[in-house]
C-alpha cells in the first residue's frame, strides 16, 4: 500500500507546501507551517482503528421552521448592515480597530435584544466584570437582563452558555483572548483563536443560538490572527470610523445570510452609538462653500443614496516624483482620471502635488464618484468655484466619455432632498429629470466639464491656468 504523504500546511491561511518551509508561500507569515496528515490520522500507526460511521437522518428541504431565522435588534443601522438581524445559528465576526466602539455597539445591541425578551450572553474576555458594568451604566443598559460573565476558557464558556434555557445571541468579546485546553499553543496564537472559534461555531450550529465574535484589526487592516477565522464564520462585518471624527460606519466585507454592500452609519456620543439615519446631512455638514476643489458627489452605499464632499487640493511640486494622496477613494482610479484628464482634456497635473480627499472619513469604492472627482480635480487647479447647489456623478471611461451609472434617480432624489438644484450627470439620466425635480447638465465627455469650469472661473480671483481644449 502507498503511504499517504504527508502536507505541510498553514495554520493561517491554509496553504498546502509539500515541505516544511519557515515563512508561508501563500500569506508570508512566519513559522505557522505545521505536518499534517492528509488522511486525518486515521488508520494509521497502530492501535487506530477507524470509527464506524452513525447513519445521520436525511431530511427534506421544505418543513417547519420553529422561530424566525432572524432576531431583531430594533437598532435600524444595525439590522441594515447584517442584512435584517443576527441570523440564528449563525456565527459573525466583528472587526475593527481598539477603541473604535465594537464592545459599546455589542452592548447596546445586547440591551436592545434583552428588552425584547431574548437571552443574550456577553463573554467579556477582555474586561473586567466591573468595567463592562460601567460601561453598561453609561449606556443605560444595567437594567437590562443581559447575563455577563468574564472568561476566556473556551471548555468553560461553551459550558457556561450551555447551560440552562438555550441563549438567543452570545457575544464573544474578543477572540484573541480565547484559550483552550485542547490546543497546545500559547494563548493568543493562531491555533489558539482558531481551535475558540471553531468552537464557538460548532456550539452556534448545534444549538440555534447566533454567536457574535468579536476580533481586533492589525495595522494593515486584517482581523488578527489568522485569515482563515473569515472564512469559518458567516459573516464579517467591520467597525470603521476615521480617527477625529465621532461617526462610525458598520459595513459587511462578507454575509452568507444579506447584502454586502449596505452600511449603518453611528455617531459615538457620550451616551454610545447613536444611530444617523440621514448620512448625507453628515458628510455634508460644515462645507467649505466657496472654496475652490470641492465637489458633491451623489453616491449609493447599497440601497441608500449617500451625499458627500470630495475635496481635492492641487499644488505645483517641488519634488521629482509629485505625491498622490488618496483618503477614502482607490489611488488607481485617481492615477485614471489623472491620465484621462491629462490625454484628453489638456490638463496636465504631472509636476502637481494631488491630495484628495473624501470628507468625514467615508470610504467610496463606486466608480460613479469619477466625475466628481473630475471636477474637484479641475476646480482646484483652476480656481474657479463649482457651484455650491449641484451634485455630481457618472463614471468616466480611458476615453474620456461620461458613462451612465446604476440608480441616477435615487441619486437625484436624495439630492433634491437635500436642497441641491442642479445634478452634473452622463447623457442617459435625463429621462428621470422630471421626476427628480432638479436642473439636470447632462455631459457625455470630460472635456465639455472641464471647459465650462475653465470657463466660469474666468475673472474671478487669481484663475490658475488651465490649458483648456
Ligand atoms: P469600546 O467600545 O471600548 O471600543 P472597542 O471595544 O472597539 O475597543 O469604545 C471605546 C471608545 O468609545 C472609548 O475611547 C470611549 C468611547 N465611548 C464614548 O465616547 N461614549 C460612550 O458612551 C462609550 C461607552 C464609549
Ligand atoms: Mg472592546
Not at 13 to 27: D, F, I, L, M, P
Not at 30 to 39: G, L, Q, S, Y
Request: hydrophobic share 45%.
Amino acid at each position: 500500500m502507498v503511504k499517504p504523504r504527508t502536507q505541510f500546511i498553514c495554520q493561517n491561511c491554509g496553504t498546502a507546501h509539500s515541505r516544511w518551509v519557515g515563512k508561508c508561500e501563500g500569506c508570508g507569515e512566519w513559522n505557522t507551517v505545521v505536518e499534517e496528515d492528509p488522511m486525518g490520522g486515521i488508520g494509521s500507526g497502530p492501535g487506530k482503528v477507524p470509527k464506524k460511521g452513525r447513519p445521520v437522518a436525511l431530511t427534506a428541504l421544505s418543513g417547519e421552521i420553529e422561530e424566525a431565522p432572524r432576531i431583531h435588534t430594533g437598532i435600524a443601522e444595525l439590522d441594515r448592515a447584517t442584512g435584517g438581524g443576527f441570523v440564528r445559528g449563525s456565527a459573525v465576526l466583528i472587526g475593527g480597530d481598539p477603541g473604535i466602539g465594537k464592545s459599546t455597539l455589542l452592548m447596546q445591541a445586547a440591551a436592545a435584544l434583552s428588552r425584547r425578551g431574548h437571552r443574550i450572553i456577553y463573554v467579556s474576555g477582555e474586561e473586567a466584570v466591573a468595567q463592562v458594568r460601567l460601561r453598561a451604566q453609561r449606556l443605560h443598559a444595567a437594567e437590562t437582563d443581559v447575563l455577563l460573565a468574564a472568561e476566556t476558557n473556551v471548555e468553560d464558556i461553551l459550558a457556561t452558555v450551555g447551560e440552562g434555557k438555550r441563549p438567543d445571541l452570545v457575544i464573544i468579546d474578543s477572540i484573541q483572548t480565547l484559550w483552550s485546553d485542547t490546543a497546545e499553543a500559547a494563548p493568543g496564537t493562531v491555533t489558539q483563536v482558531r481551535t475558540g472559534v471553531q468552537a464557538m461555531i460548532r456550539f452556534a450550529k448545534q444549538t440555534g443560538a447566533a454567536m457574535v465574535l468579536v476580533g481586533h484589526v492589525t495595522k494593515d487592516g486584517q482581523i488578527a490572527g489568522p485569515r482563515v477565522v473569515e472564512h469559518m464564520v458567516d459573516a464579517v462585518m467591520s467597525f470603521e470610523g476615521e480617527g477625529g471624527h465621532h461617526f462610525r460606519i458598520l459595513r459587511a466585507v462578507k454575509n452568507r445570510f444579506g447584502p454586502t454592500d449596505e452600511i449603518g452609519v453611528f455617531e459615538m456620543t457620550g451616551k454610545g452609538l447613536r444611530e444617523v439615519p440621514n448620512p448625507s446631512e453628515l458628510f455634508l455638514a460644515g462645507r467649505d462653500l466657496g472654496a475652490p476643489g470641492t465637489a458633491v458627489f451623489a453616491g449609493m452605499e447599497g440601497t441608500r443614496p449617500v451625499l458627500v464632499e470630495i475635496q481635492a487640493l492641487v499644488a505645483p511640486s517641488t519634488l521629482g516624483t509629485p505625491r498622490r494622496a488618496v483618503v477614502g477613494w482607490d489611488p488607481q482610479r485617481l492615477s485614471m482620471v489623472l491620465a484621462v484628464l491629462d490625454a484628453h482634456c489638456g490638463v496636465r497635473l504631472g509636476s502637481h502635488d494631488v491630495y484628495l480627499n473624501v470628507a468625514g472619513g467615508l470610504r467610496i469604492a463606486e466608480p460613479a464618484a469619477d466625475l466628481a472627482v473630475a471636477a474637484a480635480l479641475v476646480s482646484s487647479l483652476s480656481g474657479a468655484v463649482l457651484p455650491s447647489d449641484a451634485v455630481h456623478f457618472g463614471e468616466i471611461s480611458l476615453s474620456g466619455a461620461v458613462r451612465p451609472v446604476a440608480q441616477a434617480a435615487a441619486r437625484l432624489k436624495e439630492a433634491r432632498k437635500l436642497g441641491f438644484t442642479r445634478a452634473v450627470v452622463p447623457e442617459i439620466a435625463r429621462g428621470e429629470q422630471a421626476e427628480a425635480g432638479l436642473t439636470v447638465q447632462a455631459v457625455t465627455h470630460l472635456a465639455t466639464l472641464v471647459a465650462d469650469i475653465a470657463a466660469s472661473g474666468v475673472g474671478r480671483a487669481k484663475p490658475k491656468a488651465v490649458a483648456g481644449e
